[in-house]
């Protein structure tokens, strides 16, 4: 590990982020269907528009990338809008977990599908984590 041949010791201090845990341990209980937490997202104004429009998407419901490609306004850039989704740097928070493809197929999660299959699951009441 690197803090081995560093000659230095990691500390866990979980305190700045204890707010952020707490959202994320509701959630993940199903006592939380958004998140309420202070973001410093940086990114294109593509990005920004697309990460706000998957902000919209309702707990338990999903969209297709074609949906959210006309929502923001660019009916014909649904490759870009699955680009900016993967480019989410607050997976939970900005639910990129939704957004699925045009057969309503999972496709697409950094977490794997796995993941993303069980969230879904999750937030429509047919799975407890």
């Known amino acids: 590990a690197l803090a081995g041949r560093l000659n230095a010791r ?5 305190e700045p982020n204890a707010a952020v845990l707490a959202q ?10 958004s998140f309420d937490l202070p973001l ?23 969209r297709t990338y074609g949906e959210l490609a006309r929502e923001i306004g660019h009916a014909s850039a649904t490759r870009a809008v699955g680009q900016a989704v993967g480019a989410n740097p607050t997976a939970l928070v900005i639910p990129c977990h939704r957004v ?3 057969s309503g197929s999972l496709v697409g999660y950094a977490g794997g ?3 993303k299959e069980r969230l879904l699951a999750l937030e429509q009441g047919s799975l407890s984590l």
């Not at 990691?10 to 979980?14: E, L, Q, S």
């Open 10 to 14: 990691v500390v866990p201090d979980d």
């Open 24 to 33: 994320i341990r509701e959630y993940l209980r199903g006592a939380r269907q």
């Open 40 to 62: 410093d997202l940086r990114g294109t104004p593509f990005q920004l528009s697309v990460w706000r429009a998957v902000a919209g998407i309702p707990y338990g419901t999903v």
């Open 100 to 102: 699925v493809g045009a």
């Open 113 to 115: 599908l796995p993941l």
